[in-house]
């Protein structure tokens, strides 16, 4: 059974530092898909960064990279010269065939992000 | 505003009434997902259609979980005889159909008293 696990409950960072958070998935499925979101206090989910199984090279979108590690089965975020914005719960989400919109995402439990002054 | 929306931001019903979430999707996207977040958790993938046509419903919660898409433009989430643990952020989504993400609107949060 596919599943996704966000191990950090909770990570604490300083503006301006870079912060990693992990994620790795589980799935029996070669093609499959990758999603971040983020979640702030007000509960709509931000779509951040995609990665499929078969790209090359790692997903990068402004200050969102993924770093993805297939033979891991690791799709890590990170995130460069945090803000104070960026405070609130990641999600990991996995989807099993990226070229088909209408399967459905399985996301982990989230990290909760606090970015301090 | 272009974004996925939906109305009401917040529910409070009491236990045993029927509640009916609306969502309107981002217009050109053909399909939509519905989920369910409670507290702590990831968001658990309920039902979604593909223009007005459902095509995964086996994991709506229950049968008093019901869903529609009349026109294939917004969508409806009814709860019948609502349960202290249907407690939850009812989050809907809408996607291309041939995109790679799908986009979410802010929920609404369903508190059963």
């Known amino acids: 059974a596919q599943k996704i696990t966000q191990t950090q409950p909770g990570m604490f960072v300083q503006e301006k530092e870079a912060v990693t958070l992990d994620c790795t998935y589980d799935t029996s499925d070669p093609s499959y898909g990758l999603f971040w979101y983020k979640q702030p206090s007000s509960g709509e989910m931000i779509f951040l960064i995609y990665?499929?199984?078969?790209?090359?090279q790692n997903a990068t979108e402004g200050r969102y990279s993924l770093n993805f590690q297939k033979a891991r089965k690791s799709a890590n975020l990170v995130i460069s010269a945090s803000q104070l914005g960026d405070s609130a719960m990641y999600f990991c989400a996995m989807r099993e065939t990226p070229n088909q919109a209408g399967t459905a995402l399985i996301f982990g439990k989230g990290t909760t992000l606090s970015v301090s002054s | 505003d272009t974004g996925v929306s939906q109305n009401p931001r917040h529910k409070i019903t009491k236990r045993g009434q029927n509640v009916t979430f609306r969502c309107d999707p981002i217009?050109?996207?053909?399909?939509l997902y519905w989920y369910r977040q409670t507290l702590g958790q990831g968001p658990e993938f309920l039902t979604y259609f593909q223009n007005e046509a459902q095509l995964e419903k086996s994991r709506l919660l229950s049968d008093r979980f019901s869903a529609e898409r009349p026109k294939g433009s917004f969508s409806t989430l009814e709860i019948q005889r609502t349960e202290q643990g249907d407690s939850a952020m009812y989050l809907c989504?809408?996607?291309?159909?041939?995109?790679?993400?799908?986009?979410f609107g802010q929920g609404t949060r369903l508190t059963v008293v």
């Open positions: 217009s050109e996207h053909n399909r």
């Open positions: 990665q499929g199984s078969y790209d090359q």
């Open positions: 989504a809408s996607s291309l159909l041939a995109g790679r993400g799908a986009f």
